[in-house]
């Protein structure tokens, strides 16, 4: 076949030797000559594979302290040559034989970057330099060269070999090459990313790397195919680890996601949400994992059949008894998909592995996220923005008190309560919510009705309608402001006494006259918390 191309030089210069010997061998095995560099040529000798070192075959000198080895126009002439008369014969004259095959993968800089005890020196000198560059011209002359940029590619790479007795093809190359410009392009990104100072400005560039975390059970629907990807470089929810129940699916990813939110920035208390499709059904603080559950479940039970339950504590047994079932009722009443803490006591992992046909799946989320920007793609454009962080909470000194009634102390510390699970509430968003509170600090707190709906008002209705008879006497929160005054008579009706939202209307005074023709407290955070 024209395209096929026998493997005659090799060249290895690995920082990763997982698999080095096999891979070596077996190109040896085929009567290749092998050159390597520096480590790489150590551990193949030592491994009792035949191969030479390049720096003697090419007579390469090493220079400043070990940072120039491979940076040298013999060695990339070798990778870069087309198999022309022309190049060959400018190869022979240098006294250089061409490399048909080039291994290679880089300085470890992601495992640099994720040790905090790294210096920034230490971190620098991680940057690879002269990997990438004879990777990305081994990848460049595919033709003719094969390149072979990661351990996890050596299998292929060998079944190629023995598939075709020492030679590779045109196709192979190219796809080999094709994941060889995939890795230096997420290796750039990582130092990039690393190198960019935190809190800077968004980024005029804006280089997204991720790799295949797993392939999910199916997409949105099963029809479609899908695969969860982890951002390269960053901690992400792909270190969390599920400890029982079914394959995820997509739509298990995006709720696993979107829920773990939902109860961040709680240090202060237990805090158990419970969500479907994205959205909180209830939410609840309480003294104990087990009864911020029942809390946040006694919200709307009809909506968590087939939810999620996510919580900021670790699971003990007495809170996995309660999940998954009505106060009252058998275990098992209420079908529950998902599972999120921070840890799990092994019996309660015995109990929730035991519910539902062993399908609940139980995630053990025990790292935080920290990758800083939230990344939609629409249509094929990228929106970029910082993520959001709701550790970060409302700041009082910027709250205003339009109405004659004024809230007292506990009704605020609800309020603000409320305001920071609205936060969380796709727009429009609005949360019905009641607590306790002695002397002056929160001791439980519980979401009696939660709406997201195209209009506030509408909205207003789906929160009333879940609180019912709850609603009187508990507070509002709005993620927006209210346009009209219809909201708040609605509110009224149902006897809540107090709202929190950000005000900024041009008909705030409407709101307010609402307000005080009913009695009711308005406070206005003077922000708007908009989630979409």
């Not at 499709?277 to 479940?297: C, D, K, M, N, W």
Request: a negative charge.
């Amino acid at each position: 076949m024209p395209d096929m191309v026998k493997v005659r030089t090799a060249l290895f210069s690995v920082s990763d030797r997982s698999g080095l010997s096999e891979l070596a061998g077996v190109v040896r095995s085929f009567g290749a000559d092998l050159l390597a560099s520096g480590g790489t040529f150590s551990a193949l000798r030592e491994a009792g594979v035949e191969a030479k070192s390049i720096q003697d075959e090419l007579k390469l000198p090493t220079s400043l302290d070990g940072r120039v080895k491979t940076l040298h126009a013999p060695l990339h002439a070798a990778i870069l040559a087309k198999a022309t008369d022309s190049h060959m014969a400018e190869l022979r004259a240098m006294g250089v034989r061409p490399l048909d095959m080039v291994v290679c993968n880089f300085y470890p800089f992601r495992e640099a970057a994720e040790d905090p005890s790294a210096t920034e020196e230490e971190l620098v000198e991680k940057i690879d330099i002269g990997g990438p560059t004879m990777v990305r011209g081994a990848s460049k002359n595919f033709d003719r060269v094969l390149v072979v940029p990661s351990p996890g590619l050596y299998a292929e790479v060998i079944a190629e070999l023995r598939r075709h007795e020492g030679a590779t093809t045109r196709e192979f190359r190219r796809a080999m090459a094709a994941e060889a410009f995939s890795i230096t392009a997420s290796y750039d990104s990582l130092v990039s990313g690393r190198l960019r100072p935190t809190r800077s400005e968004l980024p005029a560039r804006l280089t997204v790397s991720a790799s295949k975390y797993k392939d999910a059970k199916y997409g949105e629907n099963p029809g479609q195919k899908a695969v969860i990807y982890s951002i390269d470089g960053w901690k992400t929810m792909a270190d969390w680890r599920q400890l029982a129940g079914d394959v995820l699916s997509f739509n298990n990813l995006l709720d696993i996601g979107g829920a773990y939110e939902m109860v961040e920035g709680y240090d202060e208390w237990p805090a158990v949400a419970t969500v479907k499709h994205g959205q909180i059904s209830g939410f609840a603080l309480g003294p104990t994992v087990a009864e911020a559950y029942r809390l946040a479940h006694s919200c709307d039970p009809e909506a968590d059949f087939g939810g999620t339950v996510v919580s900021n504590r670790a699971v003990d047994a007495q809170a996995a008894k309660l999940i998954g079932r009505n106060e009252g009722t058998d275990d098992g009443s209420v079908y529950t998909e998902i599972v999120i803490a921070p840890a799990f006591s092994d019996e309660a992992v015995s109990i929730l592995e035991s519910k539902q046909k062993k399908k609940i799946r139980v995630i053990q989320a025990d790292s935080r996220p920290d990758y800083p920007y939230d990344i939609k793609v629409i249509e094929g454009a990228v929106l970029v923005q910082d993520a959001a962080d709701y550790r970060r909470k409302l700041d009082a000194t910027l709250l205003t008190f339009p109405t004659k009634a004024k809230p007292d102390r506990d009704a605020l510390t609800k309020l603000l309560a409320a305001w920071e699970v609205v936060r969380r509430v796709q727009s429009n968003g609005i949360v019905i919510a009641d607590g306790s509170v002695e002397g002056g600090r929160l001791v439980a707190f519980w979401t009696l009705g939660v709406g997201s709906f195209r209009k506030r008002n509408g909205a207003v209705k789906i929160a009333l309608d879940n609180a019912g008879e709850r609603a009187r006497g508990a507070v509002c929160a709005s993620d927006g402001f209210f346009p009209f005054r219809d909201s708040v008579d609605l509110l009224a009706v149902a006897g809540v006494s107090s709202v929190i939202q950000p005000g900024g209307s041009a008909n705030d005074s409407a709101s307010i006259h609402a307000c005080d023709e009913h009695g009711m407290a308005m406070v206005f955070t003077q922000t708007r918390a908009f989630k979409h």
